[in-house]
């Protein structure tokens, strides 16, 4: 089966550094990919990760290391707009469906002035 | 970018009667169609998959009879949600990706509330 585990909630101050983390337990993985949710909106896209490494772009970075069955997503210089749920989702070319994706329960992040 | 229109983004309907939500992708073609749903403060859950031309494959649990998908074109997937009751109220979230493409990009989702 898939699993994927991040923690439920995060808080932090407006300017700090934030660092969700997303482990998973996936067969015939094929990248991970973090999204960001508002309330009452569907995700939007922030990274993709299918090989080992760092991924940056801009304030946000991505970490991916496969054999750990492990990632990171990074936000810097945090704004009172980044509050809001990070979904951690893995794609499984594997079964019936291929480039299916498994996502984590989601990790809401409260950002304080 | 690509662009994935989802309509409508809200309704409210009877409880018993039918409710149809079309997912559209605008400037590419949809070679796969993702249908979730999500409740209040929980993850999305995919209920099925559709490839243009042919049978959606449902994931266990859900109702192939209560949620007809059809996936006529290459641009255009519909979720029906029949004989609706209560219990269905959620946000229904769909997604496309065309071939060759890594990412699968979001409709803006449709709150369901049916009363």
């Known amino acids: 089966g898939q699993n994927i585990d991040q923690p439920t909630e995060m808080t932090a101050t407006e300017g700090a550094i934030v660092q969700i983390n997303c482990t998973y337990q996936?067969?015939?993985?094929?990248?991970l990919f973090w999204y960001q949710q508002h309330a009452g909106e569907a995700p939007t896209f922030l990274s993709y990760?299918?090989?080992?490494g760092l991924e940056e772009k801009g304030r946000f970075s991505s970490f991916l290391s496969r054999s750990k069955g492990y990632s990171y997503l990074l936000l810097k210089e945090l704004q009172m707009k980044d509050s809001a749920s990070y979904l951690c989702?893995?794609?499984?070319?594997?079964?019936?469906?291929?480039?299916?994706?498994?996502f984590g329960r989601g990790t809401q992040l409260t950002v304080w002035p | 970018g690509a662009v994935v229109s989802q309509h409508p983004s809200w309704v409210i309907c009877k409880s018993g009667t039918s409710v149809k939500i079309e997912c559209r992708s605008l400037?590419?073609?949809?070679?796969?169609m993702f249908w979730y749903r999500q409740f209040p403060k929980q993850s999305l859950m995919l209920m099925a998959t559709?490839?243009?031309?042919?049978?959606?494959?449902?994931e266990q649990g859900v109702e192939k009879d209560k949620f007809l998908i059809n996936h006529a074109s290459l641009t255009l997937s519909t979720l029906t949600v029949t004989s609706a009751h209560p219990e269905d109220s959620s946000f229904y979230i769909c997604?496309?990706?065309?071939?060759?493409?890594?990412?699968?990009?979001f409709g803006q989702g449709t709150r369901l509330t049916v009363v």
């Open positions: 997604s496309a990706r065309g071939t060759g493409q890594t990412e699968a990009f």
């Open positions: 996936t067969s015939g993985f094929n990248g």
């Open positions: 990760n299918v090989l080992d």
């Open positions: 989702a893995v794609r499984s070319d594997r079964g019936s469906t291929l480039g299916r994706l498994y």
């Open positions: 400037d590419f073609q949809a070679t796969t």
């Open positions: 559709s490839n243009e031309g042919s049978k959606a494959t449902y």
